[in-house]
Structure formats: C-alpha cells, structure tokens
C-alpha cells in the first residue's frame, strides 16, 4: 500500500471478475481453438489448455511462421479461430452477472465528475453487449477491446491509448482489476492501481497495486481506495 502522488481524473476499469462475473466455459473455448490449429498442423503438446487462448495464438502464430506457412492462410486461420471465440463470448454477455456493489460505486465515480473507461481482453462489441445486459453502459465514456488495440494488457499500449483518448497524464488514469495482467499494465506505464482480491487469484498475484481490497468488501473499502486518489 502507498499513498497516490496525484490526484486522478479518470479511471480504466477491467471487466471480467471486476464488474461482471462472465459464465465462461473456459476450458471449451480453448479446446474450440485448440482443436482449429491442431486442424491446421500444429502439434497440440505445444499447445497448454490451461493457458488464455490468446497466449496459444502467440505460441501457434510462431509455429506458423516455422511451417512457412503463408501469411494469407495464417489470417483465415485467426479469423475462424476469432470467430469462435466471439461466440463465446457472445453466449457469455447474454448471461453475465454484475458484482455485488459494483454499481454503487460506479455511481459514486460520476458523481465524482470521474471519467469512466473499459480496459478489456474482450471485443468492444462483446464488452458493449455486456454492460448493456447488466445495465451499466452508461456510466462509461468508451470501451478498449483487444480489437481497439495492436498489443493488449498488460502491454502498455492498451492504458496509453485510454491516457492519450482523454489526454491524461498517466498519474491521472486509476486502473482497477482483478488480474495480474491489469496491475502488471499499471506498473508498466507507472499509473496507480487497486487490485480487487477474488478466490481466483493471490494478493502476489496483485503486488505493485497501491492497494489490494477483497471483493466481498469492496462497497466500504473500494470507495475508500478510491477516495484517496481524489
Ligand atoms: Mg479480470
């Protein structure tokens, strides 16, 4: 825990775990995608199912480029495995649940003349669909989806486009997060951060964050939190 340095203006929250619990069979998806590449002549033990699939599409986009395989063919083979993942995650937006809490506090934040962003591994239309579902759309200036982005979280491109969109110093930007990959974005762009602790992660998993506050607590302690940094 330390005290923020500056005041911030706006803030980049994270979606799944942090706003929204998602339904996702997670395990079915990769195997989805697995299934595709391993179509396409990719040895599956190089590939690790307990892995995001997006850290397999790296993998098998090496892969590729060993096989020589061309790049025309390479991006029909995204696209089908981008398609398969849409759908979930189009089945996952449909049944998407929000944290208990959570809107309280987004309400205090635009109370609070906060801007509000979506910082997201998902697609922006994905991202959209499900805060439409949950009824929380509004209280958001914009959504970053992977898809707005060349290189997502925790690769610091995905914060700096937030910074640069509502031109922000990177002290200015609060990013909140569940996921070591949204702490990890922070502190690559040296902006602060509050961790929100979940079953599926450890507080190592949030180390840098200015403060780690557990999710059952989060409508006392969240507002805290962010209280400091006003
Ligand atoms: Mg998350």
Known sequence: MSVPEKKIKAIAWD??????????????????????FTEHGVDPSD?????PILENVKIVKEKFKEMKISKKKVKKILKKVEKSIIKVESQAAENANIVDGIREILEFCHQ?????????????????KTLKKIKILNYFDFIVGRDDVVNSKP?????????KKLNLSNQELLIIGDNSRDIEGANNISAPSIGILTFKHS???LKGANFIIEQKKITQD???AIKTFL
């Open 15 to 36: 979606l799944d775990g942090t706003l929204v619990y998602f339904n996702i069979d997670f395990i079915q998806a990769r195997k989805n995608v697995i299934e595709i």
């Open 47 to 51: 590939l690790n199912i307990q892995k």
């Open 203 to 205: 507080e190592n998993d």
């Open 155 to 163: 690769h610091s491109d995905h914060l700096n486009y937030i910074c």
């Open 112 to 128: 609070k003349q906060l801007k509000q962003a979506i910082y997201t591994l998902n697609t922006n239309e994905s991202a959209k």
């Open 222 to 224: 969240l507002r805290k």
